[in-house]
């Protein structure tokens, strides 16, 4: 995998501009997810920096002939009609001892949203993992991994943080872009 990277960086417009991936489980934060580009630009910074990412994608992803292909990349497939359980789930998978990183879109979609979902959030707080912060940045054309943070309980201040490091970030699409807001600030 991390062969397939260095080829991609080197032909790509794009450049790999990255703090070192942290060695224990962990949270990442991608954003702003503005295209189905964020995919491919994640796995090659996945690849790159030496880890093996899971990452959560509808479950209608994971049916035929992609289904393999999704969790080979380390896809878990998410009825999002029905999510119930799944933060049990990955609460679950982090205690198990287990090391892993976890790429999780906090807008949840590619298309307009009012604010960010929480699921990354609380999910870092019941685990007690870091939030590694990932991002694509068309302005620039970089994309890497960004400072790993510990979550204080303090939403606000919390999210302060993130939205400082990624003020400046576009996204593929920057019109698609969602600021970083939770509802649990309002």
């Known amino acids: 995998m991390r062969l ?3 080829v991609y960086w080197f032909f790509s417009r794009w450049s790999y501009v990255s703090e070192p991936a942290p060695q224990r ?3 990442f934060v991608a954003a702003p997810h503005t295209s189905n580009w964020d995919f491919v630009l994640m796995l090659a910074v996945a690849w790159k920096s030496g880890f093996r990412p899971r990452f959560l994608g509808k479950k209608e992803l994971f049916r035929g002939p992609a289904g393999p292909i999704m ?4 896809g878990i497939p998410v009825d999002r ?3 119930a ?3 049990e789930r990955l609460v679950e998978m982090a205690r198990s001892g287990e090391v892993f990183q976890l790429v999780i879109t906090p807008e949840g979609t590619r298309g ?3 604010r960010w979902k929480s699921g990354f959030y609380r999910l870092a707080r019941e685990t007690g993992l870091p939030v590694t912060l990932a991002y694509c940045d068309r302005t620039t054309m970089t994309t890497g991994l960004g400072p790993t943070i510990e979550l204080t309980g303090d939403v606000k201040a919390d999210m ?3 939205r400082a490091f990624f003020a400046d970030k576009a996204g593929v699409r920057p019109q698609n872009r969602v600021e970083p807001r939770l509802a649990d600030e309002e």
């Open 81 to 83: 009609k029905n999510p």
């Open 25 to 27: 489980s962990s949270i």
């Open 160 to 162: 302060d943080v993130i």
């Open 112 to 114: 307009s949203a009012a």
């Open 85 to 87: 359980g799944l933060v």
């Open 71 to 74: 969790r080979m990349f380390g």
């Open 4 to 6: 397939i990277a260095d």
